[in-house]
């Protein structure tokens, strides 16, 4: 391995740290090993499914049905935090309650004008 000077402000990668690197336990490679294994044979079988020239049916993505049966079934894994609360009242509860604030003040100022005589109304029915 080449020996690997640090920069004076940035901090060494952990792949090029000899202690993480050259350390490890064979458990920790065997394991490492049993992943990528699988990773490998898992990206195989895409290979050999998207390859198929006589292929009729869709590739059948497992965590792609598992989302989307999670999107479709929200209420069985939603969990109510503080944040999804604060987001609901947000975008639930606060603009109904602005919107009513809006045309109640605006409706007020506009009632309170014609009942004065100082809004010009272009289209009057009573004239």
């Known amino acids: 391995m080449v020996d690997y000077e640090d920069a004076p402000l940035a901090s060494r990668p952990k792949t090029l740290d000899p202690n993480e690197y050259f350390n490890v336990s064979q458990e920790t490679r065997r394991s490492q ?3 990528a294994a ?3 044979s898992l990206k195989r079988q895409y290979q050999f499914q998207f390859n198929n020239p006589h292929r009729k049916e869709l590739i059948e993505d497992p965590a792609l049905t598992r989302w989307m049966h999670a ?3 929200v209420y069985p894994y939603f969990r109510p935090t503080y ?3 604060i ?3 947000m975008f639930g509860v606060f603009p109904l309650f602005a919107l009513y604030a809006l045309f109640k003040t605006d409706r007020g100022r ?3 004008q014609i009942k004065n005589g100082t809004i010009d109304r272009k289209f009057n029915i009573s004239k």
């Open 87 to 89: 987001i609901g009242f």
């Open 38 to 40: 699988l990773r490998a």
């Open 110 to 112: 506009k009632e309170e």
């Open 33 to 35: 090993a049993e992943k």
């Open 71 to 73: 999107r479709a079934n």
């Open 83 to 85: 944040k999804t609360s």
